[in-house]
């Protein structure tokens, strides 16, 4: 019996146009440049990584749903599970799409980047920060977009339901997803549809609230990405506001069946998971943590530091977090402070410092 059922029922856009394998794998394996989804689909390579899932353990790329699992008693990998019978899949169609939408996004996170922010994309155009031949992913998702659609409606030639887990840049800030869901209650196939959300919380007005009316759509599951409180969650998610993500969650909540924080979890908030692990306890909204791989430089195993600079044991252990502290410089990369320090500091024109939301993890970073 496989361990995971992803790969063989849910479809992977990237932001460079190809596909992936999952998106909870550390790294990925994509499709060829060009390659048609159906072709990937039924991909050597695609088969190759499902058989991997029916050994004994879970293969390397797996770790980060392994760690969820100990230290939160769920991941991607169990909540997909429990939707199907792990003995009965098949990979005929996908009945589950992932869907990055460009990078259109109003805010500029440091966790992000030029490829899923259009706001990252604009600052680091002015700095002269993009990378080299760097594609504008409205263009890359312009150009495949009429294709995809087609793959996707595809599904419910295959299933009853279809469950969309729709990404961006910023969804509910993107006009080309709000048309898109406005197509699938015209066509009469939102009845039919499981939509899942990832947004950053700020966009919660009227048009929203008519398109995403829980008696037209069979299920709506929203993740709300916040990864601090206060003030900080303001720098992290650079260019939100707190009091405004606060009356926001209550509106989202009252559009969703579910709803849940997701927490991208590096360097910059390590410190930062205690208070808003009580936050979500004192909404009674379940929180899950994402460990941050990339950049490299944030990521907690890259650290060069002593771990106690970055955060308490005490403090994390006390809120069942010990795993995330015994994470902390496991693969120490000599550099990481001073790159994570100059990329900050590369945006000291634009951008507030630090030192106005988070003084101490500033003095850590010298920024």
Partial sequence: MTKCAVPFIEGFTSDTGTFRNCCATYPHIESKPGQKFKEWWHSKELNDFRDSLKKDKLPKACQRCEIAEKVQGSSFRTAINKTVDLDKIDSKWPSRWNIIFGNICNLACWSCNETSSSTIQMHKKKLGLLPYKFKD????????????????????????????????????????????????????????????????????????????????????????????????????????????????????????????????????????????????????IKLKIHLLSNPWYMSLENWDGDPDQLVNEDVLTKHGFKEYYQLIGKTHRAGSSQALKKYIESFNTIRKPLKEFDPVLAEVLKV
Avoid: M
């Avoid at 990832?198 to 993740?223: D, V």
């Fill in 137 to 284: 992913p409205e263009l890359v998702f312009e150009k495949n977009w009429k294709t995809l659609k087609k793959d996707i409606l595809e599904s419910y030639n295959y299933h009853d339901t279809v469950s969309l887990t729709i990404l961006g840049g910023e969804p509910l800030y993107n006009k080309k997803v709000l048309a898109f869901l406005g197509e699938l209650i015209r066509s009469k196939l939102a009845h039919r549809t499981r939509l899942e959300f990832h947004t950053n919380a700020t966009q919660a007005g009227e048009k929203i609230r008519e398109l995403l009316n829980t008696q037209t759509w069979k299920y709506i599951c929203i993740f709300l990405s916040i990864d601090a409180v206060g003030k900080k969650a303001e720098w992290l998610r650079y260019g939100s506001k707190w009091d405004k993500l606060e009356q926001n969650i209550p509106h989202l909540a009252k559009l969703s069946n579910y709803i849940e924080i997701h927490c991208t979890l590096g360097v910059l908030n390590i410190c930062d998971l205690p208070g808003l692990h009580e936050y979500c306890k004192k909404n009674s």
